[in-house]
């Protein structure tokens, strides 16, 4: 069993972006999806280093989850990130 040590706090928006490029980084499958919101979730790494794999849906989450669903039939493994 893996055993974690914390060495500092941080907030989920930052763990949630560079846990994003991270996994940009070992899989070229996976994508972003955004409900404009690229800062305050912290996905603007994953948007400069992969922007062919990063999409700005805009104020339309609906529309997000279901682009996000195709993209899974199409084989991607997409990230989406907006607020509730």
């Not at 062919?52 to 199409?74: H, K, L, P, W």
Request: with cysteine.
């Amino acid at each position: 069993m893996t055993k974690f040590t914390f060495t500092e706090k941080k907030d989920t928006r930052s763990g949630f972006g560079a846990g994003l490029l991270e996994l940009g980084r070992k899989n070229k499958d996976v994508v972003a999806l955004c409900a404009d919101l690229t800062g305050s979730l912290k996905m603007d790494a994953f948007q400069k280093e992969f922007p062919d794999r990063f999409f700005q849906t805009g104020i339309s989450e609906a529309n997000m989850v279901g682009m996000a669903a195709g993209m899974t039939v199409g084989g991607k493994i997409p990230f989406t990130g907006t607020f509730a």
